[in-house]
């Protein structure tokens, strides 16, 4: 079946430290992968776009892998900031298709 | 700039009721979305118009209908609404198809049904 996984628990971790966060899929073969920020009671907000042809793109204190051999994208937050706190939320997208898929996302806290 | 703009923010709703969620970007983007949101599932789309003119069934489209009123505006409508659609709505739009670029989102609006 196809499926779509970030980690379900919470990652915590201590402001100043490397956040990564893991999405892994099977039975896709997405063209990219987009990473999404989500806030409490917010809609989510775009952060990176990663595509199939890519290994890793960064913005700032933001970096993304893509392994389309092992079907898994990283995502790292260099230097964490209590304000970094939030859901993140990884999506598929498939050539010529509007149908984007979303995974459940990971909670991130980071402790001053 | 006010982005994607959804209406009501909020809705309680019983058992057969109907209702409908209003939805409009000011981008001019082409296409547009609506997504559920359920406690430990990923967003799943219901509608999505590729374009002004066009709608389409996505992954979740049952007891949903969807009109395009015009390049800005997307609803979306409950003709009878049911427990299992209390849920928080999205509706995104973006520039061209997702192949390119973002999805924009709305705030929501979080939907009880009793």
């Known amino acids: 079946s196809q499926k779509i996984e970030q980690n379900s628990e919470a990652l915590n971790i201590q402001e100043g430290k490397t956040a990564t966060l893991t999405c892994n899929y099977t039975?896709?073969?997405?063209?990219?992968l987009q990473w999404y920020r989500q806030d409490p009671g917010r809609g989510p907000v775009f952060l990176l776009l990663?595509?199939?042809?890519?290994k890793e793109k960064r913005k700032e204190r933001l970096k993304v892998t893509f392994d389309t051999t092992l079907k898994q994208s990283l995502f790292h937050i260099t230097a964490s900031q209590p304000a970094d706190s939030a859901t993140y939320l990884c999506a598929l997208g498939f050539t010529g298709g509007f149908k984007t898929i979303f995974g459940a996302g990971t909670r991130l806290f980071v402790k001053a | 700039n006010a982005g994607v703009t959804q209406t009501p923010k909020f809705q309680v709703l019983k058992t057969g009721q109907s209702m409908t969620l209003q939805c409009a970007q000011d981008?001019?983007?082409?296409?547009m979305y609506w997504y559920r949101q359920d406690p430990g599932m990923g967003l799943r789309l219901i509608y999505y118009s590729a374009s002004e003119g066009t709608t389409d069934k996505g992954e979740v489209p049952n007891g949903y209908n969807v009109s395009r009123l015009n390049k800005r505006e997307f609803s979306l409508r409950l003709e009878s609404a049911a427990p299992s659609q209390t849920s928080v709505y999205f509706c995104?739009?973006?520039?061209?198809?997702?192949?390119?670029?973002?999805?924009?989102f709305g705030e929501g609006s979080r939907l009880t049904v009793l």
């Open positions: 981008m001019n983007h082409n296409s």
């Open positions: 990663i595509r199939e042809n890519e």
């Open positions: 995104a739009s973006s520039e061209m198809g997702p192949n390119t670029g973002e999805l924009f």
């Open positions: 039975n896709y073969s997405p063209a990219y």
